[in-house]
């Protein structure tokens, strides 16, 4: 499968991003930060980070002194409506099951038939590279499906490289250096150890690949006299490999989505079963607060930590939700339907774009 994963990585600078000129699938607005905070980051760090800025807005509030420092019925109110806001959660777990078990179970025919479709491109993925096996991993088969694009696309350059007509031979080249520097990042966010299939799709939503093949064919058209056939040919090569890449990418997504959803609803159930138990206890407390004030056992000051904390724990299963749901919606949102046609996933205004 050419040369080793660690040959590669000496070679790469660290912390490179993908390709410096912009497709569709990338907002110029998007820094370091947003990017971890809608895609890359752990969700439990996300969610962690949150809950924080949630805490540090109550505790402003505290200290400038809007917050009631009591027991009394704005908290009565608020803990009773995350109780039934939580309590809606479990609907929505299982919801998610639902939709996950949906695509998981079928028939001995239809599983036939998924992993029939799936083995069929594998091979015809091996046999147009000229390789025995393709690797399994989802990282290592992007990995090894850019390599043989950048293989098809160096070819490329080279054909074209010694042309008599200067005009599409400079067309063709600022096409494949601007194609080859985007292949390069990814395979280098690839070629690491660890990279698991959230990196793998993370990486390879970088290249819109439906607007590569139309630039391919434009030029293709506009230089179809001063072409030769065999570069023509490894056009068509680079054209396939594109379709093989977006397959893929789209097969992958459909898995992680389903991982996703899945882990998910564990997630959920996980935080939201203590959210309720406390939410519920904080209620059977401030019913007894205000009912014989004279059992008051906690003290002003401890009120004034205690409040805060509480409230911020109670919006926890909301905030690992929004943090789940973001990633899943940014990802599909980014990996556009395989389709010969493409569309722009930025909306003016729109949050997080």
């Not at 497709?23 to 930060?33: A, C, K, L, S």
């Not at 893929?248 to 389903?258: D, G, M, N, R």
């Not at 205000?290 to 004034?304: E, I, K, N, S, W």
């Not at 990633?327 to 996933?345: L, M, N, Q």
């Amino acid at each position: 499968m050419g040369d080793s994963k660690a040959t590669r990585r000496a070679t790469a600078p660290s912390g490179e991003r993908a390709g410096d000129a912009p497709t569709p699938r990338d907002d110029p607005r998007e820094t370091g930060v947003s990017r971890w905070l809608l895609i890359d980051g752990n969700r439990w760090a996300v969610s962690a980070g949150l809950l924080a800025v949630i805490l540090a807005a109550f505790v402003a509030l505290d200290v400038a002194g809007l917050l009631p420092i009591t027991l009394s019925d704005p908290y009565l109110y608020l803990f009773s409506g995350l109780l039934t806001g939580n309590l809606t959660l479990v609907t929505v777990v299982l919801s998610i099951n639902q939709l996950v078990l949906s695509r998981e179970l079928g028939s001995v025919s239809d599983l036939e038939e998924r992993l029939e479709d799936a083995i069929d491109y594998r091979r015809r993925v091996e046999k147009d590279v000229g390789e025995a096996t393709a690797p399994v991993l989802p990282g290592d088969f992007l990995a090894f499906v850019y390599r043989n694009a950048r293989t098809q696309a160096e070819e490329l350059r080279g054909r074209v490289s010694g042309a008599d007509d200067a005009r599409p031979a400079s067309d063709v080249a600022a096409f494949t250096d601007r194609f080859l520097d985007r292949i390069g990042a990814i395979e280098r966010t690839l070629d690491r150890d660890d990279v698991d299939l959230i990196d793998a799709l993370s990486a390879s939503i970088a290249v819109d690949y439906s607007t590569q093949t139309h630039e391919l064919s434009r030029l293709r058209e506009r230089h179809e006299a001063s072409l030769s056939e065999e570069t023509k040919d490894t056009m068509d090569g680079l054209v396939q490999r594109l379709r093989q890449i977006e397959i893929a990418q789209q097969y992958f997504k459909t898995v992680y989505v389903q991982e996703e959803l899945a882990y998910l609803s564990k997630a959920l159930l996980y935080v939201g079963i203590p959210a309720e138990v406390i939410s519920t206890m904080a209620l059977l407390s401030i019913a007894v607060e205000m009912d014989v004030p004279a059992r008051r056992l906690l003290t002003t000051g401890q009120l004034h930590v205690l409040l805060p904390v509480l409230t911020t724990v109670l919006f926890t299963p909301v905030v690992v939700l929004f943090t789940y749901v973001v990633r899943v919606a940014t990802i599909s949102r980014r990996t556009t339907p395989t389709s010969p046609f493409t569309v722009s996933t930025a909306r003016s205004g729109e949050p997080g774009e």
